[in-house]
């Protein structure tokens, strides 16, 4: 085939672009026990695979993320999520890579979920759905890069559930991955981040209309359940003084305290709004399952504890990056991870970047972040 | 490659055995290692505090940890590499004993360079100025140094000496070219050590 109807062929194979989904017929084996058929995965391509298939990044997102990495969100209207780090002249560039982001399994913008209609019965499987864990998440990928026709990863890179996603990887498929990139992550969830995303859970099934999580018929969704879920989390992606920098103790437009429960302080209204977006966008029961997947992630767990041996059938490159503010997964978990890399004699990176923002840093403007991805990833090209 | 490199690590670039595991501990923003690897075919990894200087490492495609000499080389596992090497980062860890016994564990032999205390010109400058020298190689005022432990070739033999260490090579540099190790403690402004344990 000549250069030109190849791509021709590429242009119109209907498997790569944006907005696609796929109705894979699986059957997906599951960690929990039993298995997902069929399995929906929705997902984005940018650029386009060469011909020695050595140039795909996949892109993991984070738990309430979405494959729109880089091109707008259908329903906010708003710019992809990471467009900082991915777009020409970018570390991730669809002029040399191709990128792949998937909706994870369990979400609710596409992919298999709780929101999901149960080919079966023909309704949502809503609490039917099956409990998740992030391998299942990595082996959803798995199957989708099959059917793209991709054998071979150049890199992994996500961050903070995304970045769970990138370090087990190369764990559950060695072979298929040179390169992880995992920022602002963890090897596994701490107490502390089970407690936070239990508060979570326990607003949303407060919620009278959460029903069980059958809210689906009448679209009576728990939306201030899930509100309040999204209130306390947010507080968790940000710092103490970065808040103290954006808000302060300053009024929302008023001049004195009311001596009621309006949202009198800044930092409230702000909560608030977070808080009612996010219902617009997210499926509760989705949040439900995701939270639990990401409470269930200890890489160390299937080996005996020790997280060296999990690195053991490793073959890839590592690089972590923490943030020195973010207190969801502090710096220490990303240096626990480099020293089990380095007892299991992997290569590794590792560098912990000053910001104000907490952990949503690496989301936000971080042109330390993007020379560390640009520098491995070229090393690996 | 190595021409450009600091006079020291160049010395020590040109001992290191080609296609060797190597730890470069303190590595700055990697010059060292990117020589190592680009001239040597050696395998290389760094460790070193400085986040701008690790990015920068990284940028130029380098496996290179954050962490500190002091407390992170536990976590590597004995006799781990070829070669550690300490380049002018001794005299600013807190127990430098503590840390060349780690070298020796990691790697087979350790490269440990330092500036020599001793030098005559440090001497000449507290003998009869009585002020803490501040000059080319201890460039800072002693308020804001990171040398925290001042050494001198002789204190280094003693060290050396008292662990039961050996020395496979020993070289000393003045004004950036090798030198003499006759009368090293006095004129030698830099000194390079090859040790096993």
């Known amino acids: ?381 | 490659m190595t021409d450009t490199l600091r006079p020291d690590l160049a010395l020590i670039a040109r001992h290191v055995a080609r296609g060797a595991r190597v730890l470069d501990v303190g590595c700055g923003d990697g010059a060292l290692m990117a020589a190592l690897r680009d001239s040597a075919g050696a395998d290389v990894r760094g460790l070193e505090i400085d986040p701008a200087n690790v990015a920068s490492a990284v940028a130029r495609g380098l496996s290179v940890v954050q962490g500190d000499a002091d407390t992170d080389l536990s976590y590597y596992p004995d006799n781990s590499f070829h070669y550690a090497i300490l380049s002018q980062t001794l005299q600013t860890t807190r127990r430098p004993d503590k840390v060349v016994q780690e070298l020796l564990r990691i790697g087979k032999q350790a490269f440990v360079s330092f500036p020599n205390f001793a030098h005559w010109r440090g001497r000449f400058s507290l003998l009869f100025g009585g002020r803490m020298p501040v000059n080319k190689i201890l460039p800072h005022l002693w308020y804001d140094t990171p040398n925290i432990h001042h050494v001198t070739i002789d204190d280094f033999r003693a060290m050396v000496r008292e662990h039961g260490w050996k020395i496979d090579g020993q070289w000393f540099l003045n004004g950036g070219r090798e030198t003499g190790s006759t009368n090293a403690n006095l004129f030698a402004e830099h000194a390079v050590f090859l040790l096993r344990g």
């Open chain 1, 1 to 381: 085939m000549s250069v030109q109807s190849d791509i021709a062929a590429a242009a119109t194979d209907q498997r790569f672009g944006l907005r696609r989904t796929v109705r894979l017929p699986g059957p997906l084996k599951l960690d929990g026990g039993g298995a997902l058929a069929p399995v929906d995965i929705a997902y984005e391509t940018y650029g386009s695979l060469n011909a020695d298939g050595s140039n795909a990044i996949l892109i993991c997102h984070a738990l309430t993320g979405d494959q729109f990495v880089a091109s707008s969100h259908p329903v906010t209207g708003k710019p992809g999520w990471w467009t900082r780090a991915v777009g020409p002249d970018k570390p991730i560039d669809p002029d040399r890579h191709f990128i792949i982001c998937a909706n994870v399994l369990g979400s609710c913008l596409g992919s298999s979920g709780p929101a999901s209609v149960d080919p079966v019965i023909g309704v949502p499987y809503a609490m039917r759905f099956p409990v998740i864990t992030i391998a299942d998440m990595v082996r959803a990928q798995a199957m989708l890069l099959d059917h793209l026709g991709v054998a071979k990863l150049e890199a992994v890179i996500g961050g903070s559930m995304g970045g769970m996603q990138a370090l087990a990887w190369p764990t559950i498929f060695p072979d298929r991955v040179r390169g992880a990139i995992v920022i602002a992550s963890t090897a596994r969830h701490s107490a502390q981040n089970i407690a936070f995303h239990e508060v979570g859970r326990q607003a949303i099934m407060a919620d009278p209309r959460w029903r069980g999580g059958n809210y689906y018929a009448d679209g009576d969704a728990p939306a201030a359940g899930l509100a309040v879920a999204r209130m306390a989390a947010h507080i968790t992606y940000l710092s103490e003084a970065g808040l103290t920098e954006k808000f302060g103790r300053r009024l929302q437009g008023r001049d004195s305290k009311t001596f009621g429960f309006d949202a009198d302080f800044q930092v409230e209204s702000y909560l608030r709004h977070q808080g009612i977006s996010f219902v617009e966008r997210f499926d509760a029961n989705s949040y439900l399952y995701i939270t639990r997947a990401t409470d269930y992630f200890d890489l160390a767990e299937d080996h005996d504890g020790s997280l060296a041996l999990a690195f053991g059938r490793t073959r890839a490159r590592f690089c972590l990056i923490s943030f020195d503010t973010d207190w969801l997964y502090p710096t220490r978990e990303s240096r626990n991870i480099v020293h089990a890399l380095h007892a299991a004699g992997r290569e590794a990176s590792f560098v912990e970047l000053a910001s104000p923002f907490g952990h949503d840093a690496f989301l936000l403007e971080a042109p330390e972040m993007n020379r560390v991805i640009d520098g491995f990833l070229r090393a690996g090209e």
